[in-house]
T-cell receptor
Framework: DTGVSQDPRHKITKRGQNVTFRCDPISEHNRLYWYRQTLGQGPEFLTY????????KSRLLSDRFSAERPKGSFSTLEIQRTEQGDSAMYLCASSLEMYYEQYFGPGTRLTVT | AQKVTQAQTEISVVEKEDVTLDCVYETRDTTYYLFWYKQPPSGELVFLIRRNSFDEQNEISGRYSWNFQKSTSSFNFTITASQVVDSAVYFC?????????????FGQGTRLTINP
């Protein structure tokens, strides 16, 4: 039984660099979500996909952020020209369309120095 | 706009005590879902329960129970006979039930520490 996986688990980058994270959802799940969690806060929604279509983006997702889900399988989240304020845990979750439980991956912790 | 409030930032109890985590929500939707997630020190969010707005029946699962009261917009979580392994941050969350909008709105979480 494979759950949601994310890679890398940790990323340290210098301000101004680009970073890309990957999420592999549970195989039969057609919905995939990205959230961001900062220290001491609950996760905040960033964007979600149904299959390969990106259906909603939060205002938190500035133009430096882009997410893709080619072929409706894995997804990538790219942050361009990283800033120190981007330091956070980036969480991926997936769900079956007909059900509403989202199952989360272990997250990617980004530190921008 | 949807909002979830978990007023208790931190709770510390001694093992075997019962503890209740409070959750109050705001939404204009008549149909919605409520959730509880657990985030242990390892960091991965673990799904505990989903409740829809039409089902106010309380639920019990082992030592866990949930009390949903629509009249007070609350969805409280009780752990009976707490154990050290219950130590974690617990999040309450809300989502709309429309098919095209299932994003979760989380509260700030309650850090629960169970002391031996």
């Amino acid at each position: 039984d494979t759950g949601v996986s994310q890679d890398p688990r940790h990323k340290i980058t210098k301000r101004g660099q680009n970073v890309t994270f990957r999420c592999d959802p549970i195989s039969e799940h057609n919905r995939l979500y990205w959230y961001r969690q900062t220290l001491g806060q609950g996760p905040e929604f960033l964007t979600y996909f149904q299959n390969e279509a990106q259906l909603e983006k939060s205002r938190l997702l500035s133009d430096r952020f882009s997410a893709e889900r080619p072929k409706g399988s894995f997804s990538t989240l790219e942050i361009q020209r990283t800033e120190q304020g981007d330091s956070a845990m980036y969480l991926c979750a997936s769900s079956l369309e007909m059900y509403y439980e989202q199952y989360f991956g272990p997250g990617t912790r980004l530190t921008v120095t | 706009a949807q909002k979830v409030t978990q007023a208790q930032t931190e709770i510390s109890v001694v093992e075997k005590e019962d503890v209740t985590l409070d959750c109050v929500y705001e939404t204009r939707d008549t149909t919605y879902y409520l959730f509880w997630y657990k985030q242990p020190p390892s960091g991965e969010l673990v799904f505990l329960i989903r409740r829809n707005s039409f089902d106010e029946q309380n639920e019990i699962s082992g030592r866990y129970s949930w009390n949903f009261q629509k009249s007070t917009s609350s969805f409280n979580f009780t752990i009976t006979a707490s154990q050290v392994v219950d130590s974690a941050v617990y999040f309450c969350a809300l989502s709309e039930a429309r098919r095209g909008a299932q994003k979760l709105v989380f509260g700030q979480g309650t850090r629960l520490t169970i002391n031996p």
